[in-house]
């Protein structure tokens, strides 16, 4: 009968019929599909002696607090992936200043994305194939269906018209699976409950979390918030009961007090849903003292904030990120 570790092994067969000796280059974006997709991919290909796969990570200055140091880890020293880390925070930044509307932002990040990924594709000699960590409801999700929204909510973004612009088949060998089923085959291949449990995030990252315009300033205000909160959340055990928890980093200024000084600093916004596939969540009921909790550390820890709010809203009316 049906198995993951069964299942294992037959995508792995299917991978090399497929990939043969040709090259691979995946994208990771730190999340669980890419990275499960990518594990996998190197465990079908790597006794054939040469390096196949090459993982390349894109740092755009809009990732959490230690993220990139935590695919480095994992990629390069746990699992030995080649993999290469593109330091692109500056080209990020400067093509974000002076943009304030969401779709901008979401258009310039995922054309800057395509970009870089296609440059550094080049300098390791290019590859045959484009691994992707595509799943079940993303392949249901880009086909249009009756009686939904006929206007474009969100674009998001991907690496799509990539494989045609540098000639590359697709490998994307979660195609068939749920979230809940990729999890499983990521614990099959050695990740760690942490690892496989983690939050969905946003390709855009942290810039759709700045309403208003991205700086690396702003940036690094929103990361110490954000992994305040989400320590306090784990502490209380929390964090596998809720869909998505994060922070969002407000264009407005109030005045506040800090012993005997006024403050005039930003208002950090806390945002914690639960849904089973993010097209509607319910808001997730906090006990007033754990948000007391965080919004004190918040503003004693993070310089640049002074007030902390929780969103109330569900989706709908609500979207999940702010932007
Ligand atoms: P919304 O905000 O539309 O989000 O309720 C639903 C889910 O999608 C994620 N999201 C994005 N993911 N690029 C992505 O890759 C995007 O531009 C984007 N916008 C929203 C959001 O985090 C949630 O899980």
């Not at 935590?70 to 993999?83: A, G, K, M, S």
């Not at 009686?147 to 969100?154: E, F, Q, R």
């Amino acid at each position: 009968d049906w198995t993951m570790a069964a299942y294992r092994e037959t995508k792995k067969a299917e991978i090399r019929a497929q990939v043969g000796d040709g090259k691979v280059i995946c994208g990771l974006s730190g999340g669980v599909d890419s990275s499960v997709a990518a594990i996998l991919i190197h465990e079908a290909l790597k006794d054939s002696g040469t390096d196949q796969l090459t993982c390349v990570f894109v740092d755009h200055g809009l990732l959490r607090l230690n993220e990139r140091e935590q695919v480095e880890t994992l990629f390069r020293d746990h699992y030995n992936i080649p993999l290469v880390v593109v330091d692109a925070e500056e080209r990020f930044m400067s093509g974000l200043a002076g943009v304030t509307d969401p779709e901008k932002k979401r258009k310039f990040i995922g054309a800057e994305f395509i970009n870089v990924f296609e440059e550094e594709a080049k300098k390791i000699g290019g590859a045959d194939f484009l691994a992707q960590g595509t799943l079940y409801p993303d392949v249901i999700e880009s086909v249009s269906f009756t009686g939904g929204p006929s206007v474009t909510i969100k674009s998001h973004h991907n690496v799509g018209g990539l494989p045609e612009r540098m000639n590359m088949k697709l490998v994307e060998p979660l195609r068939e699976l749920f979230k809940d089923e990729v999890r499983e085959l990521g614990r099959e291949l050695g990740l760690n409950d942490q690892f496989v449990g983690r939050h969905p995030f946003p390709g855009p990252g942290l810039a759709i979390r700045i309403p208003g315009e991205v700086t690396k300033e702003r940036c690094d205000i929103l990361r110490k918030a954000d992994a305040i909160y989400l320590d306090e959340i784990r502490k209380a055990g929390l964090y596998d009961a809720i869909w998505q928890a994060f922070a969002v980093l407000l264009p407005v200024k109030t005045v506040g007090v800090m012993g005997d000084y006024r403050t005039y600093d930003s208002v950090c916004a806390l945002r914690a849903v639960t849904s089973t596939d993010g097209m509607t969540a319910d808001v997730y009921p906090f006990d007033a003292a754990f948000l007391t909790q965080c919004a004190t550390r918040i503003v004693n820890e993070v310089q640049g904030v002074n007030r902390v709010v929780y969103d109330y809203t569900s989706k709908p009316p609500g979207t999940i990120e702010w932007e």
